[in-house]
């Protein structure tokens, strides 16, 4: 067989696998119960490899927060002092088997939810994770007010949602997934549909089971208000997804795509786990009040295994409210999801469109077709402040870079004797 | 003043009054405690007034079963002689302050949601209601089974998601619709994000509480698995803001449209309550399996309330996930959206669509419009079955004949010592 057709071919059962996925959110533990060998002062974070000195502001601030959050130093400049000496490690959550939004610090008692593999035939029980952040959280802020909100959302909220999630046996996210995309999500920057269904599914467990408490009703309450939560679930989900192709010999089909505020990185499932790296872009998008494009750092965050798994901007013709956040027009919605669909493989089965007449999400990033036509991912992103710990300042679309693609065909090509 | 400008003064004053409605569900009982003049025997139901004989299979059905449901008699022929010899009275829910989708039958028990305005100056505290019947349920079937259900429904549940809905007081119906609106809901025949907000809303409660137990445990389940739910509390929103203006001399503008399986009728602010009817529309749409359009009775509902109050179908293009029940595309929900436009005197403020770039939903139907342009008004709709108990058998669209409308305006303008 022709290397074009063993491709095809490979590319094909990529595409039969990232759809055949379906996960489900069993459990919500801390980082250090499911990563079983995270050190005792290791740190996850997002994006590909890099070391302290090398990260952006936000990220610095978020990892120094982490530190404090675990009380394994009691200052700023005692926490800068562990990291510079190396006291502290730090490892990507996509090399953890997890993934985590924005700045995506993890550490060792941060919770995560744990989502099970319940659609491939031979990955079942596989699992993956995604950070559980408070919502409206600032994981760059270390004032003490905030660390003691995050502290009691770890110790107070999440052992009593690991007990309704339990009670409930767990939740279909590939179900409410495929609703919520009908009701205008597009699962990174807009999950409030989905938020709604998934706490909504659990009212009548609480009613059942007799669970209650403040805790847990304060939870909710944040959960709710917040509406991103179900981000977590559906970045874990892609992770999930991405996974179980995440070694396909030939296939040149993109199973991970993730910036950490220096470097944007793909992944090929032709290549295996080598990252593919060029500087992060900046995100063009509507900034808040007061700031302007001088103050946002470069791109961050795992969100991109969304886009990888066919989410998130992939499927932002299904948004249209979107749009006030990120200062584009529905057009350019129906537009991004219709380009989107010249650089994939694979049309999702369960997850459709409405507004396109119920064409499926665009799944499977063929980074051949981004080199040869020229048309790279668009991801959804927060514009993140480039000063430690000021936070987002706004959300906007991003382009990974073609430098990612060409370097990851380059190798592709190169490992099989061709060039 | 001349008549042309003072209607044109009466028609802005009907939509900053509609407009500014907001509606709060407050409670869940019985009618019979809501509207404290229904008789011992007497039942309520969608559309204009109409005689027990004149009524069309579907409602007769609902009708004979709801004889049934409150054990005034305890077979169908029994029931029919008591209607036959008129001891039991039919009202229209219109004229009760209420309304209800499809056959629209309420008897004394039946339970219903009860809102209150909370927005328009003038009418704080007044109320309006819907029926709440059990998500999935046949109104027109009265076997011993069904008949069950519903009393289950009515003893267990009801009053459980009334102690609920208390503790947590109350849900902002009006908060609920705006957010549902960008989640792909049109509030009559797509409801799902909206029912998962409302669900939601409660979850915290039901843990803060400690309100729990099997039967509320079921009933809430119902109305997920149902999605229909909130059609009931959108339907009541709308007719408590429509209930505002239901006189406002000299305005042209619709205050309610309703089917009753026979008649549709229409009234306007400037005509009071004098409903003014044509023979009611046939629906088009999509039928499920194993029907033809033969099998179609006419159209009946109190639905259209929610289109006279701009939403239901005259925010089509803000559900396009719709169009696979309706049998339309999404390009026709942007055009009938768009329609509507050319037929109403304002554009909700807070009811907005982000596939029209968030423009506010056409509200205010005037009836000179639709005379001049002859664009009809569209409503979503429930196709049912002809026969006395077969219950709904597709749903699509109809629209409101024109009859109605120069009708009403000619009782208007002879009102007013013209022609």
């Not at 002062?41 to 927060?65: D, F």
Request: glycine share 12%; hydrophobic share 45%.
């Amino acid at each position: 067989m022709r290397l074009a057709e063993r491709i095809d071919h490979a590319n094909a059962e990529v595409a039969r696998r990232l759809t055949a996925s379906r996960a489900r959110w069993v459990d919500v533990r801390p980082l250090r119960d499911v990563v079983l060998d995270l050190g005792a002062y290791e740190l996850t974070h997002s994006g590909p490899p890099l070391l302290w000195r090398e990260m952006g502001g936000a990220q610095r601030g978020a990892v120094i927060a982490a530190v404090l959050f675990e009380g394994w130093a009691s200052t700023p400049s005692e926490a800068r002092g562990m990291l510079d000496r190396a006291e502290v490690t730090l490892r990507p959550n996509h090399h953890a088997g997890g993934v985590g939004a924005s700045t995506g610090v993890g550490s060792p008692t941060t919770p995560v939810c744990v989502l099970e593999e319940r659609g491939v035939s031979d990955r079942q029980g596989a699992q993956s994770w995604a950070l559980l952040e408070l919502p409206g959280a600032n994981p760059g802020a270390h004032d003490a007010e905030s660390l003691a909100g995050r502290r009691r959302w770890r110790d107070g909220f999440t052992p009593a949602l690991a007990k309704a999630l339990s009670a409930a046996g767990g939740v279909d996210v590939d179900a409410v997934v495929a609703r919520a995309l009908h009701m205008g999500d597009e699962m990174v920057h807009r999950t409030g549909a989905a938020t709604a269904l998934t706490v909504a599914a659990l009212a009548p467990t609480l009613a059942r089971a007799g669970l209650g408490g403040a805790e847990l009703a304060a939870g909710l309450d944040a959960l709710l208000e917040g509406e991103g939560f179900f981000g977590a679930l559906a970045l874990a989900a892609a992770k999930l997804a991405c996974d179980g192709v995440r070694s396909v010999d030939d296939s040149t089909v993109v199973t991970a795509m993730s910036r950490n505020g220096a470097r944007c990185g793909v992944r090929l499932a032709g290549t295996g786990d080598k990252w593919f790296t060029a500087t992060a872009p900046t995100v063009k998008g509507l900034l808040l009040d007061g700031y302007d494009e001088d103050d946002a750092g470069r791109d961050l965050g795992d969100s991109a295994i969304a886009e990888t798994a066919g989410l998130g901007a992939f499927v932002l013709a299904g948004a249209p409210a979107l749009h006030a956040r990120l200062g584009t027009r529905s057009a350019d919605g129906l537009r991004v999801t219709r380009d989107m669909g010249e650089v994939t493989v694979a049309r999702h089965p369960r997850y459709t469109l409405p507004a396109l007449e119920f064409a499926g999400a665009p799944v499977g990033i063929d980074a051949r077709r981004v080199v040869d036509t020229g048309i790279l991912p668009v991801i959804g992103a927060a514009i993140v402040h480039r000063e430690p710990g000021r936070g987002a300042i706004g959300a906007g679309l991003a382009r990974v870079p073609m430098g990612c693609f060409t370097a990851a065909i380059e190798q592709f090509a190169e490992d099989r004797g061709i060039r």
